[in-house]
Structures are given as structure tokens and as C-alpha cells.
């Protein structure tokens, strides 16, 4: 076939038959009743293949053109400055953290000891740089049924060694940016938000409408299938600050000095001509590091897909939205028996997913049971209670590593009685209607 073509013209046959092959076999299948409904599923379409066959052809196997593209294109959907795609959520999550052990940070490094205040329900790659890092997560409550950082007990969690506050927006709804960036700034601390769950969410901050991730200090994503846009595996740190960016990215690359990125060098013109720690002088600066850092860095196949999917963003988040609304809608005769979710205040949320809790853990299964039994998936707000879990055995016999403020009343009733079904932008609204029927059917 390709004999009497050119390598362009090959190239582009190829792509041209791969976005064939997509509309011919890869097209969302018509829902019938009965059918398996996901809390959540990929949406995709021609534009993610042939963007993933052309880098597949081109065969830059790591961070490449698509990369840039992506982090360009990611940061200025944002509106920051700067944005360095890694390989997962978790990661971005780790890189974030480790950023602010930096020693460039001055006084206001993160040191082993310091306290990070966070929540423990939700995810625990939140919590687990802090804890593999050697820093003390504070755990205060969430409020229901926001699900977020009850920010009542902020003052009540700080202390003299507190350095930072690390939280997620939960499942889409924004937490109390206002008063967890004021009660930062009062007390000179870092905020990461974990924006994993909550990608396209908008809240009012001082009179101005901002994306979700944005108002912190740092900000970061998940690019996993579930997540309101996918690159397979993926993940994504941001910042508006220089310095931050700076650390973020030599943490991302094993640590190193050099900011050149795969298969460029001397970017910076000195490679040799410098001085570094006790290194004889001009040691390769590709070579030297900064920092203990790690490979954190995607594919530009993953690269590729994420270019398609920022494109098709906007309807994502559109779409959630009208299926929240339409569940919301039809569950609100049920709201006697069901506590149904409440947006944060002055908050626009990106739906990741539609939170119930029940009047009690026996309601809780009942209702799990005939949701999974008619084909409908659901899934428990991650850890519920993440102290409660083997992984904080250790811990909590020693009773050192970690800090509780108060009680985790609410965290307990969500660990007993909170479960969540999805509104992924692939549903459509016979699936909405479906998933609504048999909730209001079994409800206690």
C-alpha cells in the first residue's frame, strides 16, 4: 500500500484509516433497560485515536511535543502560569507535597515533624506523601452534605509547627476556598488543593469567578479513565508561582538542576561553566540535582490523548452538571429518607460524582444491594474514615504520626452510610432516570 506514497503520505492514510476504524467500531453503545450503567466510563471519540496512532508513529516514547502541547494548552485553560503533567493523580499529589520540603524554600519549608492539616475522608493519596515523608497530618471533620473541610475547626487544628493545608475538593464540590485561603494567609501557610476529583469546578473568590485549584498555592489533577477527562494513566501539578514550578519540575525529573527537557541540552548555555555544591567546577548540569526527586513524568501518548480531551472539556463538565441536576431532581421526593449533596456557597461544581447518605448502615446496604443487583455500579467516598484502615494500624496502636482535632463524627457517618453513584458525561437520561427509580424504590 504504502510502496508509492511518501512517509507523509503514509502517515497520513494511516490516520485517516484509524479515524475510520473509530467511527466504525469504537461508536457508545445504545442504552437498553437492564444494561450495566458505570459510575463512570471513558467518552471519546475519533480525535483521541488518530492523536494517539500519530504519536504511536512518531515514536517519541516519553515527554515530547504533545506534552507541551497539553501543559500549554491545560495551564491556559486554567489560567496559570504554569502546569507540569506527570503520570498519575497520586503523583501529582507526591510531587506537590515534596515541593514544599524544598530547602529553596527557605524558613517555609516543609520539614519532617511539621504538621499539614487535611481531612480523612477521601482518598489516601492525599495523606501519603505527608506520612511517607515524615510530616503530621492534622485530621479535623468534614460537614454533610457538602462532604468538605468543616473550616469551623481550623483554628482549633493550627499549631506552631503547622506548615500547610492539603485537602481535595471532594467528588466535584469545591470546599470553602474563602475562608481556608484567608486562614492560610493568616498564619503563613501553603495550600495545596487536590483538585483530582473536581476539574472544571468554578468558585466566587474575592468577587472573582476561579477554577478549582487555582486559588492555592499549588493545584493538582488526575487524568485516570474515571476522572473528568482521561489520558489512561496521567496527572497534572500547577502553579502561578516561578519557584514552586521550578522545584515541581526538578522533583518531577529525578531531582536535577537542569531544566531541559528530554532531548534537548544546554538550554541554559553554561552546562559546563558553573559550580555546583562541592562538584568539581563545571560538572555537566544535566547532572547535578537539586533535590531527591523521582521520574514522574507521562508519555506523549498519554500526551496525546489529554490534547483531545481538553478540547472536548467544556461539554464534559456541561454534561455532568445536567445530569446532577437531573438526579438531584427527581431524588428530591426522597429527601426525608436520603440526605442529598448541597454545593458549597459561591461554588459552580464539576460533578465527579452524585453523594447519598442514608439514615443508617442497614439502609446503606439495602440500597447498594438493589442498585447493584438492577446493573448500576456505586462506590464509597474512598476511605470513608482512612484512620480506621489497616494501613494506619501501626499508628494508631503507637498513637504517634498523626493528629485528630475533635471528633470525626461525620467522617464516621460517612464511613457507615454515604455511598455515591455516577453522572459521567457519558449517561444519558434514560440511564439518570433509571438509576433514580430504583434508588427511590428502595429507600428507607
Known amino acids: 500500500m504504502f ?19 473509530c467511527r466504525t467500531y469504537r461508536q457508545p453503545k445504545t442504552y437498553h433497560d437492564g444494561d450495566r450503567i458505570a459510575y463512570a466510563s471513558r467518552v471519546y471519540d475519533e480525535a483521541e485515536m488518530v492523536n494517539l496512532v500519530d504519536s504511536a508513529l512518531e515514536f517519541w516514547l516519553t515527554s515530547g511535543r504533545y506534552t507541551e502541547e497539553f501543559e500549554r494548552n491545560f495551564a491556559a485553560f486554567l489560567g496559570v502560569k504554569y502546569c507540569a503533567l506527570v503520570n498519575s493523580g497520586s503523583s501529582a499529589n507526591l510531587n506537590a507535597f515534596m515541593a514544599l520540603t524544598s530547602p529553596l524554600l527557605g524558613e517555609r519549608a516543609v520539614k ?29 471533620d468534614v460537614t454533610i452534605p457538602q462532604y468538605n473541610i468543616d473550616v469551623t475547626l481550623l483554628e482549633q487544628a493550627v499549631s506552631p509547627k503547622t506548615k500547610a493545608v492539603m485537602i481535595a475538593h471532594t467528588l466535584g464540590n469545591p470546599f470553602d476556598l474563602t475562608a481556608v485561603k484567608h486562614f492560610c494567609d493568616k498564619h503563613k501557610l501553603w495550600l495545596i488543593e487536590d483538585n483530582c476529583d473536581a476539574l472544571g469546578s468554578k468558585y466566587l473568590y474575592e468577587g472573582e469567578e476561579r477554577y478549582t ?14 476522572h473528568h477527562m482521561t489520558m489512561g494513566e496521567g496527572g497534572a501539578v500547577y502553579t ?40 568539581p567546577l563545571g560538572y555537566d548540569h544535566k ?25 472536548k472539556f467544556p461539554s464534559f463538565i456541561a454534561r455532568r452538571r445536567h445530569n446532577f441536576d437531573r438526579l438531584k431532581a427527581v431524588l428530591t421526593p426522597a429527601a426525608d429518607k436520603l440526605i442529598l ?15 447519598i447518605t442514608c439514615q443508617s448502615a442497614q439502609a446503606r446496604e439495602k440500597l447498594i444491594i438493589a442498585l447493584e443487583s438492577a446493573n448500576i455500579q456505586t462506590r464509597m467516598l474512598f476511605a470513608g474514615n482512612l484512620l480506621r484502615h489497616p494501613c494506619f494500624d ?8 498523626y493528629r485528630v482535632v475533635g471528633k470525626l463524627k461525620n467522617t464516621d457517618i460517612i464511613t457507615s452510610q454515604t455511598f455515591w453513584v455516577g453522572v459521567y458525561p457519558g449517561m444519558t437520561d434514560e440511564m439518570i432516570d433509571k438509576m433514580a427509580a430504583v434508588i427511590l424504590v428502595n429507600c428507607d
Open 394 to 401: 501501626q499508628m494508631r496502636e503507637s498513637g504517634e504520626g
Open 341 to 355: 449533596p448541597e454545593p458549597c456557597a459561591g461554588s459552580q461544581p464539576s460533578w465527579f460524582g452524585f453523594l
Open 287 to 311: 547532572y547535578v540535582y537539586s533535590h531527591f526527586g523521582y521520574n514522574l513524568k507521562a508519555t506523549d501518548l498519554q500526551a496525546a490523548i489529554g490534547c483531545a480531551q481538553l478540547e
Open 112 to 140: 519532617r515533624g511539621d504538621e499539614v492539616i487535611t481531612v480523612a475522608a477521601g482518598f489516601p493519596t492525599t495523606v501519603a506523601p505527608m506520612i511517607q515523608y515524615g510530616a503530621i497530618p492534622v485530621f479535623v
Open 3 to 21: 510502496a508509492d506514497m511518501t512517509e507523509q503520505q503514509a502517515k497520513e492514510k494511516i490516520l485517516e484509516l484509524t479515524a475510520e476504524y
Open 240 to 279: 502561578s508561582n516561578p519557584l514552586l514550578n521550578r522545584i515541581i519540575r526538578s522533583f518531577r525529573d529525578w531531582g536535577r538542576d537542569c531544566v531541559c527537557p528530554p532531548g534537548h541540552d544546554n538550554l541554559c548555555g553554561h552546562r559546563f561553566d558553573k559550580q555546583y555544591g562541592t562538584l
Open 213 to 226: 485549584g487555582t486559588v492555592g498555592d499549588i493545584g493538582t489533577s488526575s487524568f485516570y479513565p474515571p
